[in-house]
């Protein structure tokens, strides 16, 4: 059986986070990281940019004025607001080991994990067959549910997106934890209709579940999903010398140029 390595790198900026996850790409591409499943979350709050996204005046003056940070994907999708939520990324080669190497059934694999995962916690998850017409350039990640996210009840709970290179996935997602339409819907200038379509589309895991779940029991039921689906052994580790000196240089670089970053990413 595969060992793939488990990282909880607990609460970070969107800078750092996002530097993390091209920093792992950047090693497990070279060789010098073995596939990796993490485990993370925002602090301070943070708003997440797909990696087209324009990132307008209004949107970073409304950002600034309720002390909320911006950052920027190196993956596809719209924008997610993070505090609230927990997310994964798994950093992996496609095609050699459990990963397949057709992007559509790496997704499902994941997905099927993510699913496996939730429903450890006893939370009735499903996949979505469909992909969901999104009506803004500002839609919310919440708004619409992609082909193979995760649903409940017919509600978005978890929201993805991903990017390959040279044959290798980089996917993370977020897992909410406490869904607030209101603030979203503020935050991205919706309308009452926009704010009602959130409400009606997407969920949170407090309202799926019943209950509050602690960040240790996601952690181990997101674990036991994906070494279940993928046949392989979790093994706990940190972070390398290597991915954290490679993850600061990136921080900075986006904390730098932002807006620029627009398009581009540091793999």
Not at 9 to 30: K, V, Y
Not at 78 to 95: F, N, Q
Not at 236 to 253: F, N, S, V, Y
């Amino acid at each position: 059986m595969e060992n793939w390595r488990l990282l909880d790198t607990g609460a970070n900026s969107g800078a750092r986070n996002m530097a993390i996850d091209e920093a792992l790409l950047h090693h497990i591409i070279r060789g010098d990281s073995p596939p990796t499943l993490r485990v993370f979350s925002w602090e301070p709050e943070c708003l997440s940019l797909g990696f087209m996204q324009q990132a307008d005046e209004r949107l970073v003056t409304d950002c600034e004025r309720f002390g909320i940070s911006l950052v920027r994907r190196p993956t596809g999708g719209y924008a997610v607001l993070h505090g609230e939520d927990l997310c994964y990324s798994v950093v992996a080669k496609m095609g050699d080991g459990p990963l397949p190497a057709s992007l559509q059934s790496a997704n499902m694999q994941i997905s099927l994990s993510l699913r496996a995962a939730l429903h450890c916690l006893g939370v009735p998850a499903e996949i979505s067959e469909t992909k969901e017409r999104e009506t803004s350039s500002y839609t919310a990640c919440a708004e619409a549910a992609s082909l193979y996210e995760i649903t409940v009840r017919g509600k978005k709970i978890i929201g993805s997106a991903q990017m390959q290179s040279q044959g290798h996935l980089l996917q993370h997602g977020s897992i909410a934890l406490n869904f607030d339409p209101a603030r979203i819907a503020t935050l991205l200038n919706l309308n009452q209709a926009g704010e009602r379509e959130l409400t009606a589309k997407a969920t949170d895991l407090r309202q799926a579940g019943g209950r509050v779940f602690s960040r240790e029991e996601i952690c181990v039921a997101l674990a036991g999903g994906f070494s279940k689906v993928f046949a392989v052994e979790m093994q706990p580790g940190d972070l390398t010398e290597k991915e954290q000196l490679t993850a600061e240089t990136i921080r900075r670089e986006h904390m730098k140029n932002f807006v620029s970053q627009r398009g581009k990413t540091c793999v």
